[in-house]
């Protein structure tokens, strides 16, 4: 059965530093999304990309995030300058289309220490 | 930011009994419905999904019940299963954007 997958699974990275977190979406996907959930606290949407670009983004994605396709499978997540409070599990989700179930991997939790 | 309530942190319930998981919201504009599972150290699984055109949808043993005037959804599992211990996610999205916004999750356990 197809699956979204992430690398690493769990990454510790020190304040200030800038991590990369990959994931590689279910192939025929169209849509790509980030989600974390910071420990205790509920999933938040970070956002969505369709056709090569962000097609929506929260409040959280500020500067510091940056989101990539690379290459046909590649689906990057990019903090610059990590702060402690990115401390989090990171989910990358595919769906096919827009507004139906996401797929999701298993996550790459992030320490930042 | 409380769009999407799940009121109960936990819900214990006897293996073959039916488990009933709910959750409120509060956005009009939400037409879209889903229930998510999710295991420890693993990603949340996708369960059953409704749009608002829809009061209920069947998928095995998974139900979900839509009350839009009370803007209230259930998930009913029957019967509950050991496996279907977990924690249960209810998350919605409007038409107007993909994000699915999440309510804080439910920890189903089923006793044997």
């Known amino acids: 059965e197809p699956e979204v997958t992430q690398t690493p699974s769990h990454q510790v990275t020190q304040m200030g530093q800038e991590v990369i977190l990959r994931c590689v979406p279910i192939s025929n996907h169209l849509y790509f999304y980030w989600y974390r959930q910071i420990l205790g606290q509920k999933v938040e949407f970070l956002v969505s990309f369709y056709n090569n670009e962000i097609s929506e983004k929260s409040e959280i994605f500020d500067d510091q995030f940056s989101v990539e396709r690379p290459d046909g499978s590649n689906f990057t997540l990019k903090i610059r300058s990590t702060k402690l409070e990115d401390s989090a599990m990171y989910f990358c989700?595919?769906?096919?289309?827009?507004?139906?179930?996401?797929?999701f991997g298993q996550g790459t939790r992030l320490t930042v220490v | 930011d409380q769009q999407v309530k799940q009121n109960s942190p936990s819900l214990s319930v006897q293996e073959g009994r039916i488990s009933i998981l709910n959750c409120d919201y509060t956005?009009?504009?939400?037409?879209?419905f889903l229930w998510y599972k999710k295991y420890p150290a693993e990603g949340p699984t996708f369960l059953i999904s409704?749009?608002?055109i829809k009061d209920k949808n069947e998928d095995g043993r998974f139900t979900v019940f839509l009350n839009k005037s009370a803007k209230h959804l259930s998930l009913h599992i029957v019967p509950s299963q050991p496996g279907d211990s977990a924690v249960y996610f209810c998350a919605a999205s409007p038409t107007s954007n993909y994000q699915l916004i999440w309510g804080a999750g439910t920890k189903l356990i089923i006793k044997p």
């Open positions: 956005n009009s504009m939400f037409d879209y």
């Open positions: 409704i749009s608002s």
């Open positions: 989700a595919s769906s096919p289309a827009g507004n139906t179930e996401a797929f």
